[in-house]
């Protein structure tokens, strides 16, 4: 990733999202993007120029046109139909982002029309989120990454946000992936965990 004067930028073409610029390149805000947030508590976070990502929960393209400025291609699956007319416009601007207007939840739906991914990011906010990663591991290269944004409140609000986290974790191992590296998002996002995950 590059980083100006300690500030995290991408190598894009600018006016996505009103981002502000810096020396021609789009600065990537901590506070609206939790991978952003993750790569300012880990600055080991990067994303090379031949990797295909799977992106789950894309929302209006915001995370995702950044990623496309790193990345070779992004597979953006979003179900939401208001947010997925700003993701296709997104799209348009990038040639290397392939917007899935679909359930996450039912992969075999757009089994076809993906690729094999060297990342696999969710950010879906939803409660079944380590289900998720489960059924699109198989899209997934071995020794791939994913990276898992999980959103504490929305899992179960009766349990505390470290007892979530832990359940998620072992899930996440329970499926076949070694969990790497863990933070919690604070202060961008609260009650936001990251998980890095390795395919075995
Ligand atoms: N990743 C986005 C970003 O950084 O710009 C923000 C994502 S927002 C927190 C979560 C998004 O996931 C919403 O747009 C929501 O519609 C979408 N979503 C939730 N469940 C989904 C599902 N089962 N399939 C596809 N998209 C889903």
């Known amino acids: 990733m590059i980083e100006i004067n ?32 993750l790569w300012y508590l880990d600055k080991s976070t990067d994303i090379a120029s031949d990797e295909v990502v799977l992106y789950l929960g894309a929302a209006n393209g915001t995370t995702v046109s950044h990623v496309a400025d790193y990345a070779e291609s992004v597979y953006a699956v979003e179900f939401a139909p208001r947010p997925m007319q700003d993701l296709l416009e997104v799209a348009k601007r990038r040639k290397n982002i392939i917007p899935v207007f679909a359930d996450a939840t039912r992969p075999k739906e757009y089994a076809g029309f993906l690729e094999a991914a060297d990342l696999l990011y969710q950010d879906v906010a939803q409660p079944d989120q380590t289900s998720i990663i489960r059924k699109h591991l198989p899209f997934v290269k071995a020794g791939g990454r994913v990276i898992l944004m999980l959103k504490t409140r929305s899992v179960d609000i009766r349990k505390s946000p470290e007892e979530v986290f832990c359940e998620a974790c072992k899930e996440l191992e329970d499926a076949g992936l070694s969990v790497e590296k863990t933070f919690w998002l604070s202060p961008y996002h609260a009650d936001h965990a990251a998980i890095v995950c390795k395919k075995i």
């Open 6 to 37: 300690g500030t995290l930028v991408s190598p894009g073409k600018g006016g996505v999202y009103g981002e502000k610029m810096i020396n021609g390149y789009r600065i990537w805000d901590p506070y609206r993007s939790k991978l952003s947030a």
